[in-house]
């Protein structure tokens, strides 16, 4: 079984930085394709970023677009989602996800993602 433990998450003040931390067990991380979303109170998860296994692709939302990153480090295990600028309106649950390749990557599709971790909140006060 597939784990993965976020951490990073906290409270920031509008305008912050903070840099969100998703570790997952196993041998297969670099072959997996990875994603960030998120989900606030009373509203749908959405898409934030995804990063693919190959080649670094990177796909982000147009809400965080030139605010948020996402990267990987494959001899860690690990991807992370650095997030500068932060608006009231990040306030959400940050979860990571992992595609193991089941199927055709839809990066913004949550249905396509295998397993995730618990979620970090998030919090920025305005």
């Known amino acids: 079984q597939v784990q993965l433990v976020e951490s990073g998450g906290g409270l920031v003040q509008t305008g912050g930085s903070l840099r969100v931390s998703c570790v997952v067990s196993?041998?297969?991380?670099?072959?997996?394709?990875m994603g960030w979303f998120r989900q606030a109170p009373g509203k749908e998860r959405e898409f934030v970023a995804a990063?693919?296994?190959?080649?670094?692709?990177?796909y982000s939302a147009d809400s965080v677009k030139g605010r948020f990153t996402i990267t990987r480090d494959n001899a860690k295990n690990t991807v992370y989602l650095q997030m500068n600028s932060l608006k009231p309106e990040d306030t959400a649950v940050y979860y990571c996800?992992?595609?193991?390749?089941?199927?055709?990557?839809?990066?913004?599709?949550?249905?396509?993602?295998?397993?995730w971790g618990q979620g970090t909140q998030v919090t920025v006060s305005s």
């Open positions: 996800a992992a595609d193991t390749g089941r199927t055709a990557w839809h990066p913004t599709r949550y249905r396509v993602y295998d397993y």
């Open positions: 196993g041998r297969a991380f670099s072959t997996y394709r």
């Open positions: 990063i693919s296994w190959l080649n670094g692709i990177t």
